[in-house]
């Protein structure tokens, strides 16, 4: 008779776009609850400063320069972590785009970036980490949207890589199962995060009616935080006020 599997113990995240928005306050939340981090981004001076803000936790922060709209770039970057580093018992695939514009009018390099941020990065850090999560187990959290099930116009390259980010991640849950690794979304409205100020998104939106990040950090430390024996397969955290 096998025995069970011995699950990972270590308090060790790796969290991606973690200089701004929701992966700074996930970086921040986890910090000071304890948890060692992996942090990644292109950004490697806005880490630094990151990683000084959180010298008062004692929380161990190592740092992942890698840009996630370079596929090239992706497997290198995180195999030289994970093997520096360790493997994350929590991997948060938080980073993001987006850009307004009709389908049918898109520029091809936004499409491109579009899906490769917010979808194909995610399968290339998975396929560089799961494997090494078959050991001990481990709990993938993908960041994901309401546009991921709501059709909005001008966002539909967004929509799409939301949607497609769903469906990847209910089939990493049913493949893993058996290794002990779960896999789970948590769907947001909209949150109030810098993405709002980037040149590739014109909006007008009332953001004060909008989920804050330290919302969102801390519903992400709750899903990180349930048992081994159970799993959140999909949290929906929305503004009371509706979408916008």
């Known amino acids: 008779m096998k025995s069970p599997k011995k699950l990972n113990k270590l308090k060790l995240a790796f969290i991606t776009g973690a200089t701004k928005g929701i992966g700074r306050s996930t970086a921040i939340t986890f910090a000071n609850a304890g948890w060692d981090l992996i942090l990644l981004s292109r950004n490697i001076d806005l880490m630094e400063k990151l990683k000084g803000e959180l010298l008062a936790t004692k929380s161990k922060i190592s740092l992942v320069k890698c840009d996630l709209s370079n596929s090239s770039e992706i497997e290198h970057c995180v195999k030289e972590a994970i093997e ?20 049918a009018e898109m520029d091809l390099r936004e499409w491109e970036q579009t899906i490769q941020i917010n979808l194909t990065s995610v399968f290339q850090i998975c396929g560089s980490i799961i494997p090494q999560m078959r050991k001990n187990g481990g709990l993938v959290i993908n960041v994901s949207s309401h546009a991921s099930y709501n059709a909005f116009s001008q966002w539909g390259a967004y929509c799409i890589s939301k949607s497609a980010l769903t469906m990847f991640t209910k089939c990493l849950r049913e493949e893993e199962r058996s290794n002990s690794i779960r896999a789970c979304t948590i769907t947001l409205g909209s949150v109030n995060t810098p993405l709002w100020d980037s040149e590739s998104i014109n909006s007008d939106f009332d953001r004060t009616s909008m989920l804050s990040s330290n919302e969102v950090s801390n519903t992400i430390l709750y899903m990180a935080q349930q048992p081994e024996s159970q799993l959140i397969e999909d949290l929906t955290l929305m503004p009371a006020g509706g979408a916008f």
Do not use: D, E, Q
Request: with cysteine; glycine share 10%; net charge positive.
């Open 84 to 103: 520096k580093y360790g493997c994350p018992s929590v991997l948060i695939n938080n980073a993001g785009c987006a850009f307004n514009s009709p389908l």
